[in-house]
């Protein structure tokens, strides 16, 4: 059965980290994957999570099966976030949330339902996108292209060349945009640029597939979410894939959340049926204790409050970090202007390094970062950004 099969490569982010586990180096430094370290490079607990936590122990809760689509408070919570706690498509029954599987599990059964939808229809992603966008709408049984987006000559966004991109596509495919924090290179689009993308993908017919995997690490929670609105102010029916593992530093508790707009109530409780039935013959329900303590934070103003604020401290201190990045690659001598890694948003940065600068820093450094030059700057803290930048500029500058 088994004597064809051939050895996969490894996952491009995920198996990062095996080969950092494996490296007996005491001084390595892991850029690779999307997780926030705080300044001693532990993964923190936030204390809103830890209180929720506590919470759930003390009641000692029964396990019991959750429904198919989920936390009913978690849900709501989730979808409030992304379209704003008076959205009037929420108050028209447009609008249904499904606890998921972390945000890759939220893109897989959305891909799954539009595949019974569209079965031919394309999918857009963006050049570049995160690596696993590619990998599972093709897995979905998908087509999958690229519109154009970054310009690795300024460092910033192709914007003309990702609306004639757009424009190009045929009717009906689905696009998928990263709605804040751009996963990997950090460029995002301003407020006017969305508003002409969301105009652009509703003239063509297209799929909205909004992929919020980074919210609050931008400029806050509200900020981020405007491009989700611009699409919602359209009254345009689409999916959005939201994640808390980066935001509540959740990442093993796999918690995301599928969103779904429709046409019309009568639409929503139709589609909700249909992905129940995605959802089941996947993985039957969701799991219990990591969306409770999320549900518990969402629907307590105070714990709320507390997220927030613990929230905006990991935004300001991965700002911190970019801004001395910047100053120390050009103390240790790289020439070029890198000012652009402060313009960029959430916690990635396309440092610019090549596939084989990138080899050489995990060789020569034990500095891991992905093959196309994302790094993490999450993961830098007050400790290992000297040796960080030092190495970088020893590879950018040979
Ligand atoms: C990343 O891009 O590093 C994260 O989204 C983690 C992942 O699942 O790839």
Redo the contacts with the bound molecule.
């Keep these: 059965l088994f004597q064809a099969v051939e050895l996969a490569p490894r996952d491009p982010?995920?198996g990062l980290n095996e080969q950092f586990n494996a490296d007996p180096r005491s001084t390595k430094v892991n850029l690779g994957?999307?997780v926030y370290y705080d300044d001693n490079g532990k993964i923190p607990l936030l204390a809103a999570v830890h209180q929720a936590e506590v919470a759930r122990v003390q009641l000692a809760a029964a396990r019991g099966y959750l429904p198919i689509e989920g936390i009913a408070g978690y849900n709501k919570g989730a979808q409030e976030l992304v379209l704003g706690k008076n959205s009037p498509l929420i108050g028209a029954g447009r609008v249904l949330t499904m606890q998921a599987l972390g945000g890759?599990g939220a893109l897989k059964i959305g891909a799954d339902f539009i595949k019974q939808l569209v079965p031919d229809a394309k999918v857009a992603i963006s050049d570049p996108s995160?690596e696993?966008h590619r990998a599972l709408f093709e897995r979905a049984g998908f087509e999958v292209v690229n519109y154009p987006y970054y310009d690795a000559v300024t460092h910033g966004l192709n914007f003309k060349g990702m609306i004639e991109g757009l424009r190009s596509l045929p009717q009906k495919s689905v696009v998928v945009l990263h709605a804040c924090c751009h996963?990997p290179t950090g460029v995002d689009l301003t407020v006017d640029q969305w508003r002409e993308v969301a105009q652009v993908v509703k003239a063509s017919n297209l799929i909205p597939f909004l992929d919020i995997?980074y919210q609050g690490f931008g400029d806050g929670l509200e900020a981020d979410a405007s491009a989700v609105r611009l699409f919602a102010d359209l009254d345009m029916t689409m999916f959005i894939s939201s994640s808390f593992s980066k935001s509540f530093s959740l990442y093993g508790e796999r918690v995301g959340a599928l969103t779904i707009v429709t046409g019309s109530q009568d639409e929503s409780s139709r589609v909700l049926s249909q992905v129940k039935r995605v959802i089941r013959t996947n993985y039957s329900n969701p799991p219990t204790h990591g969306g409770t303590i999320v549900s518990t934070v969402l629907n307590n103003p105070e714990l709320f409050a507390l997220w927030d604020k613990e929230l905006a401290g990991m935004r300001d201190r991965i700002r911190l970090m970019r801004k001395q990045l910047v100053e120390k690659l050009t103390q240790y001598g790289v020439k070029e202007d890198c000012s652009y890694v402060m313009k960029q948003r959430g916690m990635f940065s396309f440092s610019g390094m090549t596939a084989p600068q990138v080899e050489r820093l995990r060789a020569e450094h034990g500095i891991y970062a992905v093959s196309t030059g994302r790094i993490c700057v999450a993961a830098l803290n007050s400790k290992n950004i000297d040796t960080v930048a030092k190495a970088m500029a020893e590879v950018m500058k040979a």
Excluded: K
Aim: glycine letters at 12%; aromatic letters at 12%.
């Design positions: 982010i995920l994957v999307g890759t995160w696993n996963n995997a």
